[in-house]
């Protein structure tokens, strides 16, 4: 018997969301006033939620690492938001995004979840104008849409390449109103470091003052996380230096499972490696994808410059392999694409790990329209590429401005080089429909949890996701917990409970102290990414993902006994933070490695090489892995496989086809 009960309403696939919301219970406003919930993270997802709950009526408290909300990874999203409102009258529809967003995750989602999220989408778009979210608009003044990979559609909203700044910056702007009111309380600065658990409940956090080193106790009726993604397991990722998976792993460690972690996001058109001296790497949004056309050259190892090589000479092998969506394929294929191109000797620039990303054939296309426009039907090649700059300029100007100052190229002129690296992470927490994960009280949100995106994440669903959950799914669903918790006061922080999570926590960040090794944190984060790139990166295979275990076994025991971290635990100490942060990311690097093991078959983000197709794409196993691997946490290093069997009633499942 499964421990995992999806909570999914009966009935109707399009009406269950909204018999949820008729039928669901309610908590008074006067009770609301004496509710208190803990919200972890400030990003989309958590500062949406915590502005909402607050807004409520709850006592709402949030934490966030960072010295401002505004500095959440969130922010660093670029390309845009999906919503189903057809402004494009395209064909789009709710039903649209629901199947486009199941078939994008090669069948690996749970369809109520992902068909409530296409439901809202619409009103997160509505939300953010009337929060004055400068989304960019047509020149009669309807809001502009651009298309993302996997679709055949425009439902993409957006601002320049800022799209997730722009969208912080609203969700922002309502939690400092909730905190300008006293409804919540904010700690910047804060790391938390335990999950409170009282009679099986989720009571409360053990928090770091990051600045003091100070250990605090925080009690909630109830505890949101909002944490972001783990890809920085691989050290080189696209995200933020700070993003880590502590306190969704510290969760794991108290009973909340963990759901397909081996479900990573390679992003196609990221700025190539330069050298191991990088801490990061930079992406350049999928937008880019509408305008620009992928290709290497058809004769190996080419070292002629982009413009020096011939039309007839370059493979757009996007466009010849995948017809029907060309550049704008799923981000899992594109990536594959790329680096089977690269495998075969046809990657360009110095390392030979990069395809081009070229923009010529489009901006002279916008530079004769602009100057049809201006009465001019012949223009000359230099003034349609003179007005096309301008267009690409207005639409894409920050991405291509970030990608002069990082490579010192001018990419107006010359093709950007790009290849694939670690970008999103499809796996978390496991969740219900009601946003909870298997610890009573507990909830997960945005890419923190598992639940919308399958194996792969459509371009443009990760910030629909964390407004989706934060605004209009978790309000609702927590209400059903917190009705039943109106009775229990305030639990003091003195309690038994609070005084063994603070002991703990403390007692893992002496130990890091103490240990006075001789090789620094970074030295270890390296080598784990490096085991993780290489074995349970963008290609896996059984005979890696073997020797990837036992390596990080002993890279653990190699941490754990010669890390050195300096200063004490009761002062400012980032690299204490790094370490426990680092030690978490061991330990999941490992469970990472054991899920991509169990799953036989390719699927999405996962392509195990033994299980795929004659062409070289992925081959699903539905008969023996249509379920979500939720992970138990036992304690002592081993882990229970618990499955929630898949069932898609209201799409056939298919081969993945984008030709």
Same mark, same amino acid.
Request: aromatic residues 10%; proline residues 3%.
């Given at each position: 018997?499964?421990?995992?009960?999806?909570?999914?309403?009966?009935?109707?696939?399009?009406?269950?969301?909204?018999?949820?919301?008729?039928?669901?219970?309610?908590?008074?406003?006067?009770?609301?006033?004496?509710?208190?919930?803990?919200?972890?993270?400030?990003?989309?997802?958590?500062?949406?939620?915590?502005?909402?709950?607050?807004?409520?009526?709850?006592?709402?408290?949030?934490?966030c690492?960072?010295?401002?909300?505004?500095?959440?990874?969130?922010?660093?999203?670029?390309?845009?938001?999906?919503?189903?409102?057809?402004?494009?009258?395209?064909?789009?529809?709710?039903?649209?995004?629901?199947?486009?967003?199941?078939?994008?995750?090669?069948?690996?989602?749970?369809?109520?979840?992902?068909?409530?999220?296409?439901e809202?989408?619409?009103?997160?778009?509505?939300? %953010?104008?009337?929060?004055?979210?400068?989304?960019?608009?047509?020149?009669?003044?309807?809001?502009?849409?651009?298309?993302?990979?996997g679709?055949?559609?425009?439902?993409?909203?957006?601002?320049?390449?800022q799209?997730?700044?722009?969208l912080?910056?609203?969700?922002?702007?309502?939690?400092?109103?909730?905190?300008? @009111?006293?409804?919540?309380?904010m700690?910047?600065?804060?790391?938390?470091?335990?999950?409170?658990?009282?009679?099986?409940?989720?009571?409360?956090?053990?928090?770091?003052?990051?600045?003091t080193?100070?250990?605090?106790?925080?009690?909630?009726?109830?505890?949101?996380?909002?944490?972001?993604?783990?890809?920085?397991v691989?050290?080189?990722?696209?995200?933020? @230096?700070?993003?880590?998976?502590?306190?969704?792993?510290?969760?794991?460690?108290?009973?909340?499972?963990?759901?397909?972690? %081996?479900?990573?996001?390679?992003?196609?058109? %990221?700025?190539?490696?330069?050298?191991?001296?990088?801490?990061?790497?930079?992406?350049?949004?999928?937008?880019?994808?509408?305008?620009?056309?992928?290709?290497?050259?058809?004769?190996?190892?080419?070292?002629?410059?982009?413009?020096?090589?011939?039309?007839?000479?370059?493979?757009?092998?996007?466009?010849r392999?995948?017809?029907?969506?060309?550049?704008?394929?799923?981000?899992?294929?594109?990536?594959?694409?790329?680096?089977?191109?690269?495998?075969?000797?046809y990657?360009?620039?110095?390392?030979?790990?990069?395809?081009?990303?070229?923009?010529?054939?489009?901006?002279?296309?916008y530079?004769?329209?602009?100057?049809?426009?201006?009465?001019?039907?012949?223009?000359?090649?230099?003034?349609?590429?003179?007005?096309?700059?301008?267009?690409?300029?207005?639409?894409?100007?920050?991405?291509?401005?970030?990608?002069?100052?990082?490579t010192?190229?001018?990419?107006y002129?010359?093709? @950007?080089?790009i290849?694939?690296?670690?970008?999103?992470?499809?796996?978390?927490l496991w969740?219900?429909?009601n946003?909870?994960?298997?610890?009573?009280?507990?909830? %997960?949100?945005?890419?923190?949890?598992?639940?919308?995106?399958?194996?792969?994440?459509l371009?443009?669903?990760?910030?629909?996701?964390?407004?989706?959950?934060?605004?209009?799914?978790?309000?609702?669903?927590?209400?059903?917990?917190?009705?039943?918790?109106?009775?229990?006061?305030?639990?003091?922080?003195?309690?038994?409970?609070?005084?063994?999570?603070?002991?703990?926590?403390?007692?893992?960040?002496?130990?890091?102290?103490?240990?006075?090794?001789?090789?620094?944190?970074?030295?270890?984060h390296?080598?784990?990414?490096?085991?993780?790139w290489?074995?349970?990166?963008?290609?896996?295979n059984?005979?890696g993902?073997?020797?990837?275990?036992?390596?990080?076994?002993?890279?653990?025991?190699?941490?754990?006994?010669?890390?050195?971290?300096?200063?004490?635990?009761?002062?400012?100490?980032?690299?204490l933070?790094?370490?426990?942060?680092?030690?978490?990311?061991?330990e999941?690097?490992?469970?990472?490695?054991?899920?991509?093991?169990?799953?036989?078959?390719?699927?999405?983000?996962?392509?195990?090489?033994?299980?795929?197709?004659?062409?070289?794409?992925?081959?699903?196993?539905?008969?023996?892995?249509?379920?979500?691997a939720?992970?138990?946490?036992?304690?002592?290093?081993?882990?229970?496989?618990?499955?929630?069997?898949?069932?898609?009633?209201?799409?056939?499942?298919?081969?993945?086809?984008?030709?």
């Open positions: 018997m499964s421990a995992l009960n999806s909570n999914i309403p009966e009935g109707e696939l399009t009406n269950k969301w909204t018999k949820f919301k008729s039928s669901v219970p309610l908590v008074n406003p006067s009770n609301k006033r004496s509710l208190e919930v803990i919200v972890v993270g400030s990003g989309l997802a958590g500062a949406s939620a915590a502005a909402t709950l607050a807004e409520m009526g709850y006592k709402v408290k949030c934490f690492f960072q010295d401002s909300p505004r500095r959440a990874h969130s922010i660093a999203a670029q390309g845009g938001i999906n919503a189903a409102k057809n402004y494009q009258n395209d064909g789009d529809s709710t039903y649209r995004l629901f199947y486009d967003t199941i078939k994008g995750g090669d069948y690996r989602a749970r369809e109520a979840n992902v068909h409530r999220l296409a809202v989408s619409a009103n997160i778009i509505d939300q %953010c104008v009337a929060q004055g979210v400068p989304l960019a608009r047509e020149y009669g003044g309807l809001l502009d849409n651009r298309s993302f990979g679709t055949q559609v425009q439902r993409t909203f957006y601002a320049a390449g799209t997730g700044q722009q912080l910056l609203g969700a922002y702007s309502a939690l400092e109103r909730q905190i300008g @009111m006293g409804k919540v309380e700690f910047t600065r804060h790391e938390m470091l335990e999950v409170v658990k009282i009679d099986g409940k989720a009571r409360g956090i053990i928090a770091r003052n990051l600045i080193g100070e250990l605090e106790r925080h009690f909630g009726h109830a505890v949101v996380l909002g944490t972001g993604g783990y890809g920085n691989f050290f080189l990722s696209t995200n933020a @230096m700070g993003s880590n998976v502590t306190a969704a792993w510290k969760a794991n460690k108290q009973g909340a499972f963990f759901a397909n972690p %081996c479900y990573t996001q390679i992003h196609p058109t %990221c700025i190539p490696v330069s050298g191991d001296h990088q801490s990061k790497l930079t992406l350049m949004s999928e937008s880019l994808r509408n305008d620009g056309r992928i290709w290497v050259p058809k004769k190996k190892d080419d070292t002629r410059k982009a413009s020096d090589i011939p039309e007839d000479e370059r493979d757009y092998y996007l466009e392999r995948y017809p029907a969506f060309g550049n704008l394929v799923p981000r899992d294929v594109a990536s594959r694409a790329a680096k089977e191109r690269c495998d075969a000797g990657g360009v620039g110095s390392s030979k790990l990069a395809v081009y990303l070229d923009f010529k054939a489009n901006t002279e296309r530079g004769k329209i602009e100057a049809s426009k201006a009465g001019n039907h012949n223009p000359d090649q230099e003034t349609c590429f003179r007005l096309g700059t301008e267009v690409i300029k207005e639409k894409y100007g920050n991405l291509f401005d970030m990608y002069a100052q990082i010192g190229e001018n990419p002129e010359m093709p @950007m080089r290849y694939p690296a670690v970008h999103y992470t499809m796996g978390g969740v219900d429909y946003l909870m994960t298997t610890v009573p009280g507990l909830y %997960c949100t945005g890419e923190a949890n598992f639940s919308d995106h399958g194996a792969n994440r371009g443009a669903s990760a910030l629909m996701q964390g407004l989706a959950d934060g605004y209009f799914v978790l309000p609702y669903t927590i209400g059903a917990y917190l009705s039943k918790e109106i009775s229990v006061k305030a639990i003091p922080t003195d309690h038994p409970a609070f005084v063994e999570a603070e002991a703990k926590a403390k007692g893992i960040l002496d130990t890091l102290i103490g240990i006075k090794g001789t090789k620094s944190v970074d030295y270890f390296k080598k784990l990414g490096l085991i993780m290489e074995k349970c990166g963008m290609a896996r059984a005979e993902l073997k020797s990837a275990i036992a390596e990080i076994q002993q890279l653990k025991k190699d941490f754990w006994s010669d890390v050195r971290v300096p200063g004490d635990s009761n002062e400012y100490n980032p690299e933070e790094k370490a426990g942060r680092v030690a978490d990311f061991i999941l690097g490992e469970l990472m490695c054991l899920d991509a093991l169990n799953r036989n078959e390719s699927c999405g983000g996962h392509f195990r090489e033994e299980y795929q197709t004659e062409e070289g794409e992925a081959l699903r196993d539905d008969e023996n892995y249509a379920y979500v939720a992970w138990e946490n036992k304690g002592d290093g081993t882990f229970e496989l618990h499955k929630e069997e898949l069932k898609f009633e209201n799409i056939k499942i298919a081969q993945r086809s984008y030709k």
